[in-house]
């Protein structure tokens, strides 16, 4: 069992800038590949960027590449979302998750969810 919880998200402007943390414990954090998701109002859950358990390797969702970066440091049991030039249509809850799989961009390949945090972008 691994238990997940979000912090960071809050309301901004567009073009700030926030960083989201998600502190995991339980089972080792670092056999698991981590992935932030956000739904927002009316939509369906969508993927953002992963990383792999090593941290050798991301993937990002094209909405998000070259404006968001997802790090993990496996000593602190954290995984981190860097988020930049904030944009209205970044406005959703952002969930972390854990994964036994590289690369996966479906939600139904996460094991493990956080209860999510809010994100408003106000234009």
């Known amino acids: 069992q691994v238990q997940l919880v979000e912090s960071g998200g809050g309301l901004v402007q567009a073009g700030d800038s926030l960083r989201l943390s998600c502190a995991a414990s339980?089972?080792?954090?670092?056999?698991?590949?981590m992935g932030w998701f956000r739904q927002a109002p009316g939509k369906e859950r969508e993927f953002v960027a992963t990383?792999?358990?090593?941290?050798?390797?991301?993937y990002y969702a094209d909405s998000v590449k070259d404006r968001f970066t997802i790090s993990r440091d496996n000593a602190k049991n954290t995984v981190y979302l860097q988020m930049n030039s904030l944009k209205p249509e970044d406005t959703a809850v952002y969930s972390c998750?854990?994964?036994?799989?590289?690369?996966?961009?479906?939600?139904?390949?996460?094991?493990?969810w956080g209860q999510g945090t809010q994100v408003t972008v106000s234009s």
């Open positions: 990383v792999s358990w090593d941290r050798g390797s991301t």
């Open positions: 998750a854990a994964s036994t799989r590289d690369y996966a961009v479906t939600p139904r390949r996460y094991d493990y």
């Open positions: 339980g089972r080792t954090f670092s056999r698991y590949s």
